[in-house]
């Protein structure tokens, strides 16, 4: 969706899921406060995000994804 980028897109999905919980790393003072800029207004799940919704726990689990 226009005007929506990365950060705000990721938030939202993890924002739009019913009972969970997020836990978010960040690197530096900076990020943090990037992060917490996008949780005081928080995103509208952008149009058709939803539909990429899986269940696949080989996509969706990183233990289980190929190491390069």
Known sequence: AAGV???EACLAVGLAAPGERLIIGVTGEAELGQ?????????????GLADLASDDLALIDPSRWPRG
């Not at 992060?35 to 149009?47: F, G, K, S, Y």
């Open 5 to 7: 980028g990365p950060l």
């Open 35 to 47: 992060i917490l800029a996008v949780l005081d207004r928080p995103p509208a799940l952008p149009p």
